[in-house]
């Protein structure tokens, strides 16, 4: 059930230890964040584990989100004092304007300036490397947990780059966190039930942007063709594609929380 929707393998228990291992070198942290889930995306213990080191905060999936939501954000982060930048990890340009904040704060250290970047399963963070590496290095897939180690890349040649494997919390608080993680493909598709997703998806919708044509899961299961027997709906599958075709951005461009709302606070 969604409410059980938990995964914390072995290798994010690892990398939770390695990170916090790491920082006594590290300079500064980046931060990768999908723009639609700003906050359950977030890794909450990552504010305790960074004290006095340099951070920005990358916002992906800018092409996804809605773009009033993610200004929204952005102007919490600057509030509290966080340099954050919303862009496309798969678009260079994009990227390199976070390359030119890195490469500056590096200028004014001495020596080799280590920087470390975290996020979610999924959330664009090997993308981001890849473009700030101007290479494909690190592996990219459309599922979590991919990248399974710590690997260090030269970023420029007084800037080193710790690459980490995505990391969720041992346990993921609520019940909206577990079906927008997963909505945002930041679980394994065997992790959760889709059918549950789907329908916490549109239930949500129906609340917050009750005027976007969206179809529930019955309607698009029909629209789409996914019948069983005697011409019933398989929501199974259905739900698959559903949420296959949000992440595509054919339900528009869509965030799930707010910076105001009280689950994002």
Not at 117 to 133: F, H, R
Not at 184 to 196: I, S, Y
Not at 199 to 212: T, V
């Amino acid at each position: 059930m969604l409410a059980q929707a938990q995964w914390y393998p072995g290798h994010m228990a690892r990398t939770r230890r390695q990170i916090r291992e790491s920082l006594s070198l590290i300079d500064i942290l980046i931060e990768v964040v999908d723009a639609r889930i700003a906050q359950s995306g977030r890794y909450p213990m990552l504010d305790e584990m960074v004290q006095g080191k340099k951070r920005f905060i990358a916002l992906t999936r800018d092409d996804l989100a809605n773009p009033a939501t993610t200004n929204a954000f952005l102007r919490r982060f600057s509030e509290r004092g966080q340099v954050a930048v919303a862009l496309d990890a798969r678009a260079p340009r994009a990227v390199a304007a976070l390359a030119r904040d890195v490469a500056k704060d590096a200028a004014g250290r001495k020596g080799i300036a280590r920087s470390m970047i975290v996020g979610a399963p999924n959330s664009g963070k090997s993308s981001i490397v890849n473009a700030l590496l101007r290479r494909a290095k690190a592996k990219t897939e459309n599922r979590a947990g991919v990248t399974r180690g710590m690997q260090w890349f030269r970023l420029a040649p007084a800037v080193e780059l710790l690459d980490t494997p995505g990391v969720l919390p041992p346990k993921i608080g609520t019940p909206a966190a577990r079906w927008k993680l997963a909505m945002c493909g930041a679980l394994p598709h065997n992790r959760f039930d889709p059918r549950e997703v789907a329908e916490a998806f549109h239930r949500w919708l129906l609340l917050h942007d009750g005027n976007r044509d969206v179809p529930d899961l019955a309607t698009f299961a029909v629209q789409r063709g996914f019948l069983g027997k005697g011409a019933q709906p398989d929501l199974t599958n259905a739900a698959r594609a559903y949420i296959r075709v949000f992440n595509e951005g054919a339900f528009g461009r869509i965030s799930l929380e707010h910076p105001d709302d009280a689950e994002a606070a």
